[in-house]
């Protein structure tokens, strides 16, 4: 029998403030499985090694930003479930919210985010 797929988990920060609790998907079992039958998201995903999503089996729409090596904000979008969005490319990172989670952040392109394990 195997074992259920487990996020690393940690804190989402930006300029010196925490954003919300994270979870990080760095393995390449974590990635494939992602937000996949998730009808709500309460805990964002950072995806690591990622230029691009698709929402098929995930039942709500996403804001999604995809990051640069440093963790900058390049492109923002809210993605509907059933959806495959174009690559992004420059981007290393995918951070993976519930629509509407990045307005209520104040997130925008430009800003640059930390991943801190717990």
């Known amino acids: 029998m195997s074992k259920p797929t487990q996020f690393k988990a940690g804190w989402l920060m930006c300029q010196a403030q925490v954003l919300s609790s994270l979870n990080i998907a760095d393995t390449a079992q974590t990635r494939r499985r992602g937000l996949i ?3 709500e998201i309460e805990t964002p995903l950072l995806i690591n090694c990622c230029k691009w999503i698709h929402t ?3 039942k709500c729409s ?3 930003a995809y990051l640069d090596y ?3 904000v ?3 979008q809210t993605i509907k479930p059933r959806r495959v969005a174009l690559p992004v490319f420059g981007a290393s990172h995918v ?3 519930g629509a509407g989670t990045f307005e ?3 997130l925008v392109i430009g800003h640059t985010l930390e991943a801190r394990l717990t």
């Open 37 to 39: 039958g998730q009808s």
């Open 104 to 106: 209520n952040w104040g």
């Open 56 to 58: 098929f089996g995930v």
């Open 62 to 64: 996403l804001d999604v």
């Open 74 to 76: 390049i492109k923002i």
């Open 70 to 72: 440093e963790f900058k």
């Open 95 to 97: 951070l993976e919210a």
